[in-house]
């Protein structure tokens, strides 16, 4: 420092030329101090980027570790579905319509312990007379499912099979995948008679 | 110049990484974001904005609302609330063991931890995941605001003041149009409110054969002349409608939280 102080003080008529120093030391360690401190930081807060982790969230797993629950819930899928493709008939209170479509609520062929006979209906359509409720009901019903992604299929069922007092489990998309490998590529509706056959 | 080159590559280097951090990595990072999923429901998020109500976001931008509101609702943490599903068979042990948990305010490790002691005593229990924070607290918004939120905004009219209230949830919380359309003209309607009337975006008129069924509901000291009614022009419908297209209450990846109802 004194040596610097020695080149300020020239005659003043000599003109002032810019010299260089070394940074001190300390200024270096401070400095590289700072950076790992803040890349500590950054590593604990930051997420790295990723462009899903907001704050509080520090990083994917602990974004992952809140989330609630597993996936979509079929009984909410399964309402907006329901009510899309099959309300307009079988009512939004599962309670069918004369004429148009025979009741799901309570009905012997959605109760049943297992799904395979009901999930034929709406993969394959239906005609032909079937009883529901001590009801004999002679009609005719599109194959509304076959379209459907395996899913929300599957989340339709679980709906009605578990709304309106119904109580009969759930259905995942793996069995609507076995069952629409049963039937193959091309449906053709089923008769009444037949599917009253046919296993639960 | 005797150190040029030194101050050329310095500069070179000074605006060369501002427009990497502030342009490339924000570009990498959301430039390809799309729609995403809802949590629980699976339905797409964002909603597209009906021609209303994008309409509306030109009359936000052009009467400057952005200089008073924001819309960017911030959260400081998140909680885990442990709530019991079925008692299970021996309903009694596992209402003893829950008077002695602690059963809100707890981080999922413990959440986890303490549905890992209900179920051994039989209880089933479910954790509910709840963001906390001022704006929260305020009533303003369910979760934090997310980039996905603003997919279809241009210009993203975030804001920095806030004069008036945050807006980012304001069709979640607020879902009545005419309320909206009332506070637009009369801001005085509710007690403190700040905010200026707008009242060119209405039109005050001689009522004609019959009244129009958009007239105002106005109170007594609010209401025009007798004879008169205040009928809200074109612009502030779409205002309404664009204010109403503000939603920022689902569940999603980045914003988790456990919706209050359930089916």
């Known amino acids: 420092m004194s040596e610097e102080n020695q080149s300020c003080s020239l005659p003043s008529n000599a003109e002032p030329t810019a010299t260089r120093s070394t940074v001190p030391m300390w200024i270096i360690v401070v400095t590289l101090v700072l950076v790992f401190i803040g890349f500590v930081f950054f590593d604990r807060h930051s997420g790295w980027f990723d462009a899903k982790v907001y704050a509080p969230y520090g990083s994917v797993e602990k974004v992952e570790a809140y989330q609630p629950g597993t996936g979509p819930n079929p009984m909410i899928v399964g309402k907006k579905n329901y009510e899309m493709f099959c309300a307009s008939c079988h009512g939004s209170d599962g309670a069918g319509k004369v004429g148009q479509a025979p009741p799901l609520a309570g009905s012997e062929l959605v109760i049943t312990k297992g799904f395979h006979r009901l999930a034929m209906i709406p993969l394959e359509g239906l005609t032909g007379p079937i009883k529901v409720k001590g009801q004999e009901w002679n009609l005719i019903m599109a194959p509304m499912g076959a379209a459907l992604p395996d899913a929300d299929l599957a989340a339709v069922l679980t709906y009605i099979r578990n709304s309106w007092g119904n109580k009969a489990g759930e259905i995942t998309a793996d069995d609507i995948k076995t069952i629409r490998a049963e039937i193959g590529a091309h449906p053709v509706p089923i008769v009444g008679d037949k599917l009253m056959a046919m296993p639960e | ?263």
């Not at chain 2, 809100?104 to 051994?120: H, M, N, Q, R, V």
């Not at chain 2, 905004?153 to 879902?175: E, H, K, Y």
């Not at chain 2, 403190?192 to 129009?212: D, I």
Request: hydrophobic residues 40%; aromatic residues 8%.
């Open chain 2, 1 to 263: 110049m005797k150190n040029g080159f030194g101050v050329f590559y310095a500069v070179v280097i000074a605006l060369g990484l501002s427009w990497a951090g502030f342009v490339v990595a924000p570009a990498v990072q959301l430039g390809t974001a799309k729609r995403t999923t809802v949590l629980v429901t699976g339905d797409n998020w964002p909603l597209q904005r009906t021609g209303a109500a994008t309409l509306g976001e030109q009359v936000y931008r052009a009467n400057g609302c952005v200089a008073c509101h924001t819309m960017q609702i911030r959260q400081d943490g998140v909680a885990c609330e442990v709530t019991l599903a079925k008692p299970g068979k021996t309903p009694e042990v596992v209402s003893n063991l829950l008077a002695t948990l602690k059963l809100s305010g707890l981080t999922k490790e413990e959440a986890d931890a303490t549905i890992e002691k209900i179920s051994t005593a039989g209880g089933k229990a479910e954790t509910h995941v709840i963001p906390t924070g001022a704006d929260i607290t305020r009533g303003w918004g369910v979760r934090k605001s997310v980039a996905a939120d603003y997919l279809y905004d241009a210009p993203l009219q975030l804001g920095t003041l806030r004069v008036g209230p945050d807006l980012a949830n304001l069709g979640g919380r607020m879902a009545d149009a005419n309320w909206h359309l009332v506070h637009l003209y009369a801001p005085g309607v509710v007690k403190g409110s700040a905010m200026p009337s707008y009242k060119f975006l209405f039109e005050v008129r001689k009522v004609g054969s019959a009244p129009s069924s958009d007239a105002l509901n106005l109170p007594k000291e609010f209401a025009p002349a007798d004879g008169y009614e205040v009928v809200p022009k074109p612009e502030a419908k779409q205002l309404v409608a664009y204010l109403l297209s503000r939603h920022a209450d689902v569940p999603l990846y980045e914003a988790p939280f456990t919706p209050a109802t359930k089916p």
